[in-house]
């Protein structure tokens, strides 16, 4: 998770494996999803689990896709699209991080300075590009 101990039982929600929500979310904290959500999206850092689900837009500081997103995913700082994230739409961010096997289907866009660093890591098998706008 993105926050201290002291802070995770006041500023974390779960929208669980088995829920199914229609509507805008606006949360200050940290949401993780695991299930489906049709509507936006809003808190300071989203994780999405493998099984989840959203249909709309996401806006956070950090975002984190295990899941499926079709809509359009705006972070301040940093989208990590992982091994088994999908993502349909667009994004806009200063740092992203891909994951090999993460899908990006649309547009990225990436704000800020002139890129400091492009690197590509490979760790146990994995492959990740890491653009850094910051």
């Known amino acids: ?69 079709e809509g359009i995913l705006k972070a301040k700082e940093i989208i990590e699209v992982k091994s088994t994230g999908k993502v349909l739409g667009e994004i806009f961010t200063n740092k992203i991080s891909i994951m090999e096997g993460g899908v990006i289907n649309g547009k990225v866009e990436t704000r800020g300075d002139e890129s400091k660093a492009v690197e590509f890591e490979k760790n146990r098998g994995e492959a990740e590009i890491i653009l850094d706008k910051s």
């Open 1 to 69: 998770m993105f926050f201290k101990k002291t802070e995770e039982l006041e500023s974390f929600t779960l929208i669980g494996l088995t829920s199914h929500f229609r509507g805008d979310l606006s949360i200050k904290g940290e949401v993780r999803i695991e299930g489906i959500i049709h509507g936006l999206v809003n808190a300071d850092s989203v994780v999405l689990g493998q099984a989840a689900t959203v249909k709309g837009d996401i806006t956070a500081k950090k975002i984190i896709v295990e899941g499926k997103v």
